[in-house]
């Protein structure tokens, strides 16, 4: 059997162990810090005719986009859990919509992950637009008086505006950060670099942008069970996959 | 050997479960308990992340105000100086009547039934979240603050103490959908229900049809149900509407008090609890 070829991540040779679990998950805890951070401070400040946005919840969901289900339930758990202990809202609310949130949008991109920056965009959207919804829901359930319909229009349809403007600009910084922009860019990504562009010349059979900062234990980007190179708008030629496989460990190609 | 892993599906489930157990038992536990606790405490530590979000927005607030006042025109202007002369003779017939209560009610012998103590605070920060309308003040536990105690700013009714912490305090103002104030007109002593709302409106409520409200009659408080002291002034009323089959009106105050246009609040900490009433001497009626 031909020996398959190594890819080199330039991010992993540069930095050694940015794959590693251990930094993966520092990174999402830094993620989260800054986002309550920014939600505690500069979230009231910026407040248009009392629509606040939720970075939070813009943050869970891009954690979510790109982690998998276990560190992105997780993440959105703890985030939720947080935010409750510090907002004024019901206690236990946030922590249970961000959980939702979390888990369904992890599970969606399970290993179908385009790199699409716009497909991350639409997830986004849906992910903010439910989240609030979800919440207007709760708060005419517990205030009869509430006036739902007037809810959407003045609380649901803004805040999820601003959680768009918000997570579209935070989509922006993490594709510039971790060279997933191979669609983006529109040319393929081989492993990726924090500047995006290939770590190695040509390889045959396309490439895919399974590089970059990873979240989550396994790195399900590269591939999918069928064996299926699709990252970056590439397909493989001949089967197989890069950058994982169905055990979930990362492969290597070599260089040609 | 491979490491046995919880099934995401199942950690799904149990955060879920979590959740919703919290928030039954935050439902269950009224105004306080456990969680309320929880959440008095982590106020509590963050209560600097509001100073330095305050202290942080302090150039950019001035800026816009700098914005606005650079942009008002000669007709705001003239408007604003027409205003203020109407205020000042308002004032001035307002303290010759201050002047003759005083002086009646010690002819009757009547006692302030509300002599109001109160703490001042600083506004830290406005509300987190788009669903809640709140203010954290730099006060709390430790200046005498109180869960429940009414708080107002230089004009009127602001709201009211929802949770105190050590060093700061969260205040559920009157125009969050939550609140409700127990109010009479000042023109008909009718009562009714002022309550707030998801667009920020004030809406007068059970406010019978048959009743004569129009537009610019005051609201105050009633003092029923023991939250709010009388007569502290809330807004105006600025729109009556009814339709055919109603039986309440639907009713729209202004609030003398917006948020957003100062910094400094007042709590009302104490009040005398009773009346006392002294009848007129001999000879008198």
């Known amino acids: 059997m031909a020996q398959m070829p190594v890819v080199r991540n330039s991010l992993h040779s540069a930095h050694g162990g940015m794959n590693k679990p251990g930094v993966r998950y520092l990174f999402m805890a830094l993620l989260g810090f800054i986002a309550i951070l920014a939600q505690l401070i500069i979230a009231p400040n910026i407040a248009i005719a009392q629509i606040v946005p939720n970075i939070i919840l813009v943050s869970v969901a891009i954690n979510a986009i790109r982690a998998n289900n276990i560190a992105a339930t997780i993440f959105g758990f703890s985030l939720g859990l947080i935010y409750d202990c510090t907002a004024a809202g019901a206690f236990g609310l946030m922590s249970l919509i961000l959980t939702l949130i979390a888990f369904i949008v992890s599970t969606l991109n399970k290993g179908t992950f385009t790199g699409n920056w716009l497909v991350a965009l639409i997830m986004v959207i849906l992910a903010t637009f439910f989240g609030e919804m979800i919440y207007g829901v709760f708060a005419s359930l517990v205030n009869p008086d509430l006036d739902f319909l007037a809810s959407i229009v003045y609380k649901v349809l803004p805040t999820t505006l601003y959680d768009v403007i918000i997570g579209g600009i935070l989509l922006a910084v993490v594709n510039l950060t971790s060279g997933i922009g191979g669609s983006v860019r529109g040319r393929q990504n081989v492993g990726g670099n924090v500047r995006g562009r290939h770590t190695i010349g040509t390889i045959s059979g396309g490439g895919n942008s399974a590089g970059g900062i990873h979240f989550g234990g396994d790195n399900r980007f590269g591939g999918s069970r069928a064996g299926l190179g699709k990252l970056g708008g590439t397909k493989l030629q001949g089967g197989g996959s890069l950058g994982s496989h169905a055990s979930g460990k990362p492969m290597q190609r070599k260089l040609h | 050997m491979k490491k046995r892993r919880l099934p995401p599906s199942l950690l799904f489930t149990i955060f879920l479960l979590a959740s919703i157990v919290m928030l039954t038992i935050w439902a269950r536990e009224g105004t306080s308990g456990t969680l309320h606790n929880v959440r008095t405490v982590a106020q509590t530590v963050t209560a600097p992340l509001s100073h330095i979000g305050s202290f942080l927005a302090v150039p950019f607030r001035a800026l816009s105000n700098m914005g606005a006042d650079a942009t008002a025109t000669t007709e705001t202007l003239t408007e604003l100086r027409l205003q203020n002369d109407e205020l000042s003779s308002i004032v001035m017939r307002l303290e010759e009547e201050r002047l003759e209560n005083e002086r009646l009610s010690a002819l009757l012998g009547l006692v302030d039934a509300y002599s109001m103590q109160s703490t001042a605070a600083r506004i830290l920060s406005h509300s987190s979240d788009s669903w809640n309308q709140v203010i954290t003040i730099d006060k709390g ?63 007068l409520n059970y406010m019978s ?25 809330i807004g105006e009323v600025v729109n009556v509407s009814k339709s055919v089959s109603d039986v309440y009106l639907t009713i729209i105050v202004k609030p003398v008090t917006r948020v957003d246009s100062f910094e400094e609040v007042a709590v009302l900490t104490g009040r005398q609890a009773s009346v006392t009433y002294k009848p007129i001497s001999s000879g008198g009626n």
């Open chain 2, 141 to 203: 536990a430790k200046d005498g603050l109180a869960v429940g105690m009414p708080v107002m700013s230089a004009n009127g009714l602001l709201g009211q103490l929802e949770t105190v912490g050590t060093f700061s305090s969260t205040v559920r103002l009157i125009t969050d959908p939550s609140s409700g104030v127990a109010i009479f007109l000042q023109a008909n002593r009718s009562e009714g229900i002022l309550s707030g709302s998801v667009d920020g409106i004030l809406y």
């Open chain 2, 209 to 233: 049809v048959e009743l004569d409200i129009v537009p610019g009659d005051v609201v105050i408080t009633s003092g029923a149900g023991g939250v709010y002291p009388k007569g502290i002034v």
